[in-house]
């Protein structure tokens, strides 16, 4: 009898092992590209020009690099160096002032600016002029309770990451209310529900991108806001965790020209890429202080010719990579 039972227990144990080595094959994929290659950095805690205090966004234009210096209330500009240019805007709620200027975009010769404190979206001049603000606090139609992130398509049509608000709010180039994603103020995992949006981001082809953070997954909706797919751990329900294609809070996409994703993943300390359709490709990073290292990215942007450039907010720095 002893004999039988401990082959049983053989049995049953294999069984569970293979069902976990089968489990890991279909929600952890190995990845299908190289990886990046780190090259550059610069940066440092402080108040002083080419200094941050908890940067949270970027932006880039032609050889410009536009940074959201969080704390400090203002954007930092930078050639594709790292070398300082300008600033602009100072802490505060008026106009041309940012109080937590956010994940940044720009839009043909104007900067978007979403306001986590301030609770409204400053589109600039790529100089720095003050051009119009959009949104109020509130949980109305085309009110905002810290926005996170702001997308911008091709006919000035706007999509924003409406944190507290737990929907993505679709709007007129003005302002003006269109639709949105999600019930305002109630949080879920189901498609088209959210936890605290953070980003969204448009494709070529229009579809949108949005950032689920705390739901730890990637939601994708076609032109017409109809969802289309999601990832992000097994059945992007929700379940976070530091293996390939898995997220812990995702705070940013980024979409380079051939369309593929790019996702901060933020306690995970890690950037991640796949295909348009989720597939996983490859990612980059560990948690550090150190040259290649991150400690919590935030953000990132694509260069044409394929170079990424992140927010190492915890570091208070940028980093450049390289694909290799």
Same mark, same amino acid.
């Given at each position: 009898?002893?004999?039988?039972?401990?082959?049983?227990?053989g049995m049953v144990a294999s069984l569970a092992a293979a069902v976990l080595f089968a489990g890991w094959l279909a929600f952890v994929p190995s990845a299908s590209e190289p990886g990046y290659r780190f090259a550059a950095t610069w940066g440092a805690r402080g108040d002083a020009p080419g200094m941050f205090d908890d940067p949270t966004g970027i932006a880039i234009s032609g050889d410009e690099i536009f940074i959201a210096d969080s704390r400090n209330g203002r954007i930092q500009v930078f050639d594709i160096e790292g070398r300082f240019r300008r600033t602009f805007g100072t802490t505060g709620d008026g106009a041309g002032e940012l109080d937590r200027p956010m994940n940044l975009t720009i839009q043909g010769d104007e900067l978007y600016v979403p306001e986590y404190f301030n609770d409204r979206i400053q589109v600039f001049d790529l100089d720095g002029?003050?051009?119009?603000?959009?949104?109020?606090?509130?949980?109305?139609?085309?009110?905002?309770?810290?926005?996170?992130?702001?997308?911008?398509?091709?006919?000035?049509t706007l999509y924003v990451a409406?944190?507290? !608000?737990?929907?993505?709010?679709?709007?007129?180039?003005?302002?003006t209310y269109i639709d949105q994603i999600g019930e305002t103020g109630t949080s879920g995992f189901w498609v088209g529900e959210f936890n605290y949006p953070t980003d969204v981001a448009i494709a070529p082809d229009g579809t949108l991108f949005v950032a689920d953070g705390y739901n730890d997954r990637v939601?994708?909706?076609?032109t017409g806001g109809n969802f289309s797919h999601k990832w992000g751990g097994p059945f992007a329900i929700n379940i976070f965790g530091p293996f390939n294609g898995w997220f812990a809070t995702v705070t940013n996409i980024a979409i380079d020209d051939q369309g !593929?994703?790019?996702?901060?993943?933020f306690y995970n300390h890690r950037i991640q890429k796949f295909t348009p359709n989720g597939t996983f490709l490859t990612a980059f990073g560990a948690e550090g202080s150190g040259p290649g290292e991150f400690f919590f990215p935030i953000a990132l942007d694509v260069m044409p010719d394929g170079s990424l450039y992140v927010v190492d907010f915890g570091n208070n720095r940028i980093q450049k990579w390289l694909p290799r």
């Amino acid at each position: 009898m002893g004999k039988f039972i401990l082959k049983v227990l053989g049995m049953v144990a294999s069984l569970a092992a293979a069902v976990l080595f089968a489990g890991w094959l279909a929600f952890v994929p190995s990845a299908s590209e190289p990886g990046y290659r780190f090259a550059a950095t610069w940066g440092a805690r402080g108040d002083a020009p080419g200094m941050f205090d908890d940067p949270t966004g970027i932006a880039i234009s032609g050889d410009e690099i536009f940074i959201a210096d969080s704390r400090n209330g203002r954007i930092q500009v930078f050639d594709i160096e790292g070398r300082f240019r300008r600033t602009f805007g100072t802490t505060g709620d008026g106009a041309g002032e940012l109080d937590r200027p956010m994940n940044l975009t720009i839009q043909g010769d104007e900067l978007y600016v979403p306001e986590y404190f301030n609770d409204r979206i400053q589109v600039f001049d790529l100089d720095g002029t003050p051009i119009r603000v959009i949104g109020e606090a509130g949980d109305g139609r085309g009110q905002f309770n810290a926005p996170g992130g702001v997308a911008v398509g091709t006919d000035g049509t706007l999509y924003v990451a409406d944190f507290y !608000n737990q929907r993505v709010q679709q709007l007129a180039p003005d302002g003006t209310y269109i639709d949105q994603i999600g019930e305002t103020g109630t949080s879920g995992f189901w498609v088209g529900e959210f936890n605290y949006p953070t980003d969204v981001a448009i494709a070529p082809d229009g579809t949108l991108f949005v950032a689920d953070g705390y739901n730890d997954r990637v939601q994708v909706f076609d032109t017409g806001g109809n969802f289309s797919h999601k990832w992000g751990g097994p059945f992007a329900i929700n379940i976070f965790g530091p293996f390939n294609g898995w997220f812990a809070t995702v705070t940013n996409i980024a979409i380079d020209d051939q369309g !593929n994703v790019f996702v901060a993943d933020f306690y995970n300390h890690r950037i991640q890429k796949f295909t348009p359709n989720g597939t996983f490709l490859t990612a980059f990073g560990a948690e550090g202080s150190g040259p290649g290292e991150f400690f919590f990215p935030i953000a990132l942007d694509v260069m044409p010719d394929g170079s990424l450039y992140v927010v190492d907010f915890g570091n208070n720095r940028i980093q450049k990579w390289l694909p290799r």
